[in-house]
Each structure stands twice: as C-alpha cells, then as structure tokens.
C-alpha cells in the first residue's frame, strides 16, 4: 500500500493558476498509475486527470483539457496537477490516487489508495 500526501491546495481568483503536488511513500512508486480527483460539495467525486506509471498516458476530463496538466517525477515519488486558468466550477477538495493502471478510459475503481484531500477554492 501507498501512503500519498497532497500539498498546494488554496484561494485563488479566477484566470489564476495553481499547482498542487502529491508525495507518495513506499519504494514502488513507479509501479502505479496515478490521479487526481476532486469533489466539490454536493457532488460525486470526479476523475479530473491520470498519469500512468511511466508518464508516457495520461487523461483528462474534458472539463480541464488544455488547463490542466498532470506530470510525475518517479525519482522523487511526486505527482502534480498543474492547474491553469482556474474557474469557479473548479472549486473542490482534490485528492490524490493511486491505481494499478487502466484499461482504455482510466476509472475510478482503478485507484485504490487516497490521500487526504486539499481545499482549492477559485472565486469568481
């Protein structure tokens, strides 16, 4: 099991960027596939983006496509989401997942480890 803490959550305006990263323990880090997820209030948690365990995949919902990238650096057991021309529907808790993979479209039954999630608020 993989212990993944997320860091870099916070109050940004509209248009603003933020970028949030994700510390996993665990020597076999490079073995998992990796995501984001947020859940706003009221809502079902949402697969916003993957990384695949070599970083050569990767998804995006199509609400963050062209704003959001995902990267991992398996030297250093991270993986960030940088988020770009934020919008108020992007406010949530994200947290960070760890999976054995995916097959053709990454789901959120493929990630079976969590972090404990970060506030992002964007105000309009």
């Known amino acids: 099991q993989v212990q993944l803490v997320e860091s870099g959550g916070g109050l940004v305006q509209a248009g603003g960027s933020l970028r949030l990263s994700c510390a996993a323990s665990?020597?076999?880090?490079?073995?998992?596939?990796m995501g984001w997820f947020r859940q706003a209030p009221g809502k079902e948690r949402e697969l916003v983006a993957a990384?695949?365990?070599?970083?050569?995949?990767?998804y995006y919902v199509d609400s963050v496509k062209g704003r959001f990238t995902i990267s991992r650096d398996n030297a250093k057991n991270t993986v960030a989401l940088q988020m770009n021309s934020l919008k108020p529907e992007d406010t949530a808790v994200y947290y960070c997942?760890?999976?054995?993979?995916?097959?053709?479209?990454?789901?959120?039954?493929?990630?079976?480890?969590w972090g404990q999630g970060t506030q992002v608020t964007v105000s309009s």
């Open positions: 990384i695949s365990w070599s970083g050569y995949s990767t």
């Open positions: 665990g020597r076999t880090f490079n073995s998992y596939a």
């Open positions: 997942a760890a999976g054995g993979g995916w097959g053709s479209t990454p789901q959120p039954s493929d990630f079976g480890s």
